[in-house]
T-cell receptor
Framework: RKEVEQDPGPFNVPEGATVAFNCTYS??????FFWYRQDCRKEPKLLMS???SGNEDGRFTAQLNRASQYISLLIRDSKLSDSATYLC?????????????FGAGTRLAVHP | ETGVTQSPTHLIKTRGQQVTLRCSSQ?????VSWYQQALGQGPQFIFQ???????GRGNFPPRFSGLQFPNYSSELNVNALELDDSALYLC????????????FGPGTRLLVL
C-alpha cells in the first residue's frame, strides 16, 4: 500500500463545475501537508498548504483531518486553466529535514 | 519562475552507463532535495543535502549518489544505469529555517535504453 493514496482520475468536468479531490496518508508521523499542481511535462508547483482548520485561497479550499488521515481539495468555478494533475503531498521530515512524500496525482480535465 | 535550473533538459543513456545531472539552486538556498518521477507516478524522494552533507535519504540504492557544492549547486550521479531509471529527475531547493516551501526546477528527462 502506498503511503499517500489518491484517486488517479481523470476527472472530466465542464467549466464552472465544482470538483473535489481526496487523499489519504498512512503515516501518522507526517508533519505537514500540501497540494501541488503539475502541468503536463512540467515541474510540480505548490498550490497551497493544508491545515486542520481548513484554508482557502480564492476558488481553492483545502482541508486536513488528522484523526482520519485524510486531506481534501475543493475547486469551485473550474476554469480551463485548472486542467492539470494535482498532487497530494505530506512532509515526514522534522526541523531542517524535509522528506516530501507525493501521491501519484489526480488528473483534472476542464472542458468548455 | 522558481530560479532553480537543471541541466541537461533531456538525456539518453544505455544500460550500465553512468550519468551526472546538475542543479543550480535558487540564490541563497542552502538545502536541495532530489526526486525521481516515473511516468504516471508522483515524485519519489531520493535524498536531501544541507550545507554539503547528505542529511536524509529515501529508498534508493547506493548507486544513486549526490554532491552539494559551497555555492549550493548540486549533482545527482547514477551509476550502472538500469532501464527502470528512465524518469524525470527533479531537484528542489529551499532555505532551511525559512519555511517548508521547496522550489522545483524544470527537471531532467532521462531515458535509458
Amino acid at each position: 500500500r502506498k503511503e499517500v493514496e489518491q484517486d488517479p482520475g481523470p476527472f472530466n468536468v465542464p467549466e464552472g463545475a465544482t470538483v473535489a479531490f481526496n487523499c489519504t496518508y498512512s503515516n501518522s508521523a507526517s508533519q505537514s501537508f500540501f497540494w501541488y499542481r503539475q502541468d503536463c511535462r512540467k515541474e510540480p508547483k505548490l498550490l497551497m498548504s493544508v491545515y486542520s482548520s481548513g484554508n482557502e485561497d480564492g476558488r481553492f479550499t483545502a482541508q486536513l483531518n488528522r484523526a482520519s488521515q485524510y486531506i481534501s481539495l475543493l475547486i469551485r468555478d473550474s476554469k480551463l486553466s485548472d486542467s492539470a494533475t494535482y498532487l497530494c503531498v505530506v512532509n515526514r521530515g522534522t526541523g531542517g529535514y524535509n522528506k516530501l512524500i507525493f501521491g501519484a496525482g489526480t488528473r483534472l480535465a476542464v472542458h468548455p | 519562475e522558481t530560479g532553480v535550473t537543471q541541466s541537461p533538459t533531456h538525456l539518453i543513456k544505455t544500460r550500465g552507463q553512468q550519468v551526472t545531472l546538475r542543479c543550480s539552486s535558487q540564490s541563497g538556498h542552502n538545502t536541495v532535495s532530489w526526486y525521481q518521477q516515473a511516468l504516471g507516478q508522483g515524485p519519489q524522494f531520493i535524498f536531501q543535502y544541507y550545507r554539503e552533507e547528505e542529511n536524509g535519504r529515501g529508498n534508493f540504492p547506493p548507486r544513486f549518489s549526490g554532491l552539494q557544492f559551497p555555492n549550493y549547486s548540486s549533482e545527482l550521479n547514477v551509476n550502472a544505469l538500469e532501464l527502470d531509471d528512465s524518469a524525470l529527475y527533479l531537484c528542489a531547493s529551499r532555505l532551511s529555517g525559512m519555511g517548508e516551501t521547496q522550489y522545483f526546477g524544470p527537471g531532467t528527462r532521462l531515458l535509458v535504453l
